[in-house]
């Protein structure tokens, strides 16, 4: 599994409106300064939480960003595996592939198959009602870095 820049970013922007879940909207300016990300890049990243039904917008001049639900049903292996695509470490291990003669003989399948589990595992139990949680019980500042 690797996250990209845009997936690192989403994971950001949806635990800071998590923060944020029971407050007013938030602008796109507020969450880059908090998350340290480039406004523009950000808007694209909400554009596309937004598009995967995750958060939603309001335009205008008291406009800004919430989240479509509660954070507690959205899980972290959700928001990645919509901006990033399949968590698994290879592309042999997902049902329908066929690009390998030897996908249904070989020892090192069962291996990738186990691993891409523990990974699912993990981030699809994590939500971000957890996460805001963890942050606020730490009383800091959310640090965003991995």
């Known amino acids: 599994m690797k996250v990209t820049y845009k997936g690192d970013y989403a994971l950001k922007t949806i635990l800071d409106l998590s923060l944020h879940y029971d407050s007013d909207i938030v602008t796109s300016n507020d969450i880059a300064k908090r998350i340290d990300a480039p406004i523009k890049f950000l808007e694209q990243v909400l554009s596309e939480l937004k598009k995967g039904g995750f958060v939603l917008s309001k335009r205008g001049k008291v406009g800004g ?22 968590v698994e470490p290879i592309a042999c291990i997902n049902k329908g592939y ?47 870095s991995i």
């Open 65 to 86: 960003y919430i989240l479509a639900k509660n954070p507690a049903k959205i899980t972290v292996g959700q928001v990645i595996r919509f901006i990033d695509g399949p």
């Open 98 to 144: 066929t690009n390998c003669s030897d996908a249904s003989k070989c020892v090192l399948k069962k291996v990738w198959e186990q691993v891409g589990m523990a990974v699912s595992a993990i981030i699809d139990k994590v939500n971000f009602e957890d996460l805001a949680n963890e942050v606020r019980k730490s009383k800091q500042e959310p640090v965003y």
